[in-house]
């Protein structure tokens, strides 16, 4: 069963406006962390925003906030005021255990958010 | 410096072929990792370096073999691939293995096209 969901293949929205991309997410550990990341087509992975699973506020980075609602297990990404280079492909990722072997991320399938002028 | 830097950027080669590719870091970070995308593919995540240990091998077939040779440097060699491994090849670092909270840090992939 897939760990890490998200539904939106692709999304247009218009520049200046907010777009919401969904993640739900499936595990059965206590302590567990998401990330969102945005690839660009020049490949590179770029960390947007972390929410520990025991935080009890939403985290917000600049334009990015994360609307998290644990009992639904959902860890949506909020972009305000949408930018032509926000266009990319962006991922929603989970960590579920952690220890010295290091940190595993489980990612999601992906949504691509195409920005319009 | 906040970059981790791969090498090449591009590599083509044939199924008889060996080549390496090549993973830096200079942040101090001592977990390092090897991650495959696919086109229109989430990354899906190879090996774990951890304090220069290798720590998790997700079943990947021989013809890939890492190695770190210090706290700084990832390689992946690449010895009689086949077409299907065509893709992105993204190196990852992390600043602690054990602290939860901590985000990977990636570079910009090195393509690999195996013809």
């Known amino acids: 069963a897939q760990k890490i969901t998200q539904t939106q293949p692709g999304m247009f929205v218009q520049e200046k406006e907010a777009v919401t991309l969904d993640c739900t997410y499936d595990?059965?550990?206590?302590?567990?962390?998401l990330f969102w990341y945005k690839q660009p087509s020049s490949g590179e992975m770029i960390f947007l925003i972390y929410q520990g699973s025991y935080d009890e506020q939403n985290a917000t980075e600049g334009r990015y906030s994360l609307n998290f609602q644990k009992a639904r297990k959902s860890a949506n990404l909020v972009i305000s005021a949408s930018q032509l280079g926000d266009s990319a492909m962006y991922f929603c990722a989970m960590r579920e255990t952690w220890d010295n072997a290091g940190n595993m991320l489980t990612f999601g399938g992906g949504t691509r958010l195409m920005v319009k002028p | 410096d906040t970059e981790v830097t791969q090498t090449p950027k591009h590599l083509v080669m044939g199924m008889t072929n060996k080549k390496s590719l090549k993973c830096e870091q200079h942040?101090?970070?001592?977990?390092m990792y090897w991650y495959k995308q696919k086109a229109k593919k989430p990354p899906e995540l190879m090996f774990v370096?951890?304090?220069?240990?290798?720590?998790i091998n997700e079943s990947v077939p021989s013809r890939f073999s890492p190695e770190c040779p210090n706290s700084s440097l990832l390689n992946l060699h690449l010895h009689a691939l086949q077409p299907e491994d065509s893709a992105l090849y993204l190196c990852a670092s992390s600043l602690n293995p054990g602290q939860g909270y901590e985000k990977l840090f990636f570079g910009s992939g090195t393509q690999l096209s195996v013809l």
């Open positions: 595990t059965s550990d206590q302590s567990y962390g």
């Open positions: 942040m101090g970070h001592r977990a």
């Open positions: 370096y951890s304090y220069e240990k290798l720590s």
